[in-house]
């Protein structure tokens, strides 16, 4: 334990080499460097950015076009079934009505006969009663 102890304390008696400030010289800490090396970072950077983000823009553009050209098409399609379907319905309602006047026309030709039927026999069982 004393060896880490005094590993510790000879740490705060090292010599100092320099004491802390600022570095003033334009050329040691080289501030021209790194402008101009940053400024050509932002300046190329800056059109790599904007060329991604054009070529994200018209993708999203193509894939956006495509999903509308499909879209309208599916309404195409449903706009001709909803076209077809009213068409069908019609056809279906016309020939359903034209059956039940077909239906009513036999009720009507069957009460004619059964009415007829019944006066012809009201005659015979009158004739028939005179004649006795």
């Known amino acids: 334990m004393k060896n880490v102890t005094d590993c510790f304390v000879s740490l705060g ?3 100092s080499v320099g004491s802390f400030g600022f570095n003033t010289d334009i050329l040691a800490t080289n501030p021209i460097n790194l402008s101009v ?3 050509v970072l932002i300046f190329f ?3 790599v950015c904007e ?3 054009r070529e994200g823009a018209i993708e ?5 076009s495509a999903r509308l050209r499909k879209v309208e098409m599916e309404a195409d399609q ?7 379907e009213i068409e069908r319905e ?13 239906q009513l026309e036999n009720y009507k030709n069957e009460t004619i006969q059964f ?13 028939f009663q005179q004649a006795l």
Do not use: C, D
């Open 60 to 64: 999203q553009m193509e894939k956006a």
């Open 13 to 15: 008696h090292w010599p």
């Open 78 to 84: 449903f706009r001709v079934n909803g076209y077809s």
């Open 51 to 53: 060329e991604e983000l």
């Open 45 to 47: 950077g800056k059109g």
């Open 115 to 127: 009415e007829q039927q019944k006066a012809i026999n009201q005659v015979r069982q009158q004739v």
């Open 90 to 102: 019609k056809s279906n309602l016309i020939n359903s009505t034209y059956n039940n006047l077909v």
């Open 37 to 39: 090396v940053l400024g």
